[in-house]
Antibody, heavy 121, light 110 residues
Framework: QITLKESGPMLVKPTQTLTLTCTFS??????????VGWIRQPPGKALEWLAL???????RYSPSLKSRLTITKDTSKNQVVLSMTNMDPVDTATYYC?????????????WGQGTLVTVSS | QTVVTQEPSFSVSPGGTVTLTCGLS?????????PSWYQQTPGQAPRTLIY???TRSSGVPDRFSGSILGNKAALTITGAQADDESDYYC??????????FGGGTKLTVL
């Protein structure tokens, strides 16, 4: 059974750095064709892809947020960590991590439940 | 930056058929974009419906189907049911490891 779960602070102050952890089970991030991505959704708005890390440690970022994002993985702990610097109230959103199958079929498969992050002083 | 376009809202009668589309602000959607579709109800995480244009994810009823229609990807719901009332998102693989979600379509069944 594949599961993913996001964890991190519910509240951050403007200008702070947000660090979120995705802890997963049921698959290995060292398996060829596997990736873990981060997607966010501001309240009442659309989904937005943020970042992805692939099995071979290749990392990709949304061009509009690239300067603020860092994604890393710890294969032994089955975790992926996303950091976003210089948080602003417009970054208030539910942040999801999701399993990506890459190769023959490229798509986000299983999703975490999401974690709501509020940016406020 | 490329924008992925979806109808903001759509309405369908119970038992009816509806086709939602996923386009590009510039250019045509083809299978090389690996269009996939996700259903989201309020307060819930997205659920994968369709991937690689027309492959149903495990457990998805066959009333959901995907295709390319003209220059867009399409999600068709045949025999709509009340619990199909949700937000639907498409996402396209833009190459070089980049992905773009559409703005979503709010589907009402009434």
């Amino acid at each position: 059974q594949i599961t993913l779960k996001e964890s991190g602070p519910m509240l951050v102050k403007p200008t702070q750095t947000l660090t979120l952890t995705c802890t997963f089970s049921g698959f290995s991030l060292s398996t060829s064709g596997v990736g873990v991505g981060w997607i966010r959704q501001p309240p009442g708005k659309a989904l937005e892809w943020l970042a992805l890390i692939y099995w071979d440690d290749d990392k990709r970022y949304s061009p509009s947020l690239k300067s603020r994002l860092t994604i890393t993985k710890d294969t032994s702990k089955n975790q992926v960590v996303l950091s976003m610097t210089n948080m602003d109230p417009v970054d208030t959103a539910t942040y999801y991590c999701a399993l990506l199958w890459f190769g023959v079929s490229n798509y986000f498969d299983h999703w975490g439940q999401g974690t709501l992050v509020t940016v406020s002083s | 930056q490329t924008v992925v376009t979806q109808e903001p809202s759509f309405s369908v009668s119970p038992g009816g058929t509806v086709t939602l589309t996923c386009g590009l602000s510039s250019g045509s959607v083809s299978t090389t974009y690996y269009p996939s579709w996700y259903q989201q109800t309020p307060g819930q995480a997205p659920r994968t419906l369709i991937y690689s244009t027309n492959t149903r994810s495990s457990g998805v009823p066959d009333r959901f189907s995907g295709s390319i229609l003209g220059n867009k990807a399409a999600l068709t719901i045949t025999g709509a049911q009340a619990d199909d009332e949700s937000d639907y998102y498409c996402v396209l693989y833009m190459g070089s490891g980049n992905w773009v979600f559409g703005g979503g379509t709010k589907l009402t069944v009434l």
